[in-house]
Nanobody, 116 residues
Framework: QVQLVESGGGQVQAGGSLRLSCAAS????????MGWYRQAPGKRRELVAT???????NYADSVKGRFTVSRDSAKNTVYLQMNSLKPEDTAVYYC??????????WGQGTQVTVSS
């Protein structure tokens, strides 16, 4: 069983920065993918960024050049550095971890609010 703990959300003005963290813990597991999704009020959950075990990354077009996903494999932690934030980035951000032999595990979500 894998547990995820997210941190780093908050409120910031447009143009500001935030850094999200998501730490995975539990019994022995092998992580294949870590990433971030977000869900704004009244909208579907959408991909923000992912990073696979080999280090390749994938970003939504809306965040390319502004957000950076990274991971610390020794700590089983994924980060999302968010720069040049816009009001349309306001959402609940969810961490996703996919481990070998299991379905994806979601974090509890952390609110990011960007004011204009």
């Amino acid at each position: 069983q894998v547990q995820l703990v997210e941190s780093g959300g908050g409120q910031v003005q447009a143009g500001g920065s935030l850094r999200l963290s998501c730490a995975a813990s539990g019994s022995a597991f092998s992580i294949n993918l870590m990433g971030w999704y977000r869900q704004a009020p009244g909208k579907r959950r959408e991909l923000v960024a992912t990073i696979i075990s080999g280090g390749a990354t994938n970003y939504a077009d809306s965040v390319k050049g502004r957000f950076t996903v990274s991971r610390d494999s020794a700590k089983n932690t994924v980060y999302l550095q968010m720069n040049s934030l816009k009001p349309e980035d306001t959402a609940v951000y969810y961490c996703l971890v996919i481990v070998t032999g299991a379905s994806g595990v979601w974090g509890q979500g952390t609110q990011v609010t960007v004011s204009s």
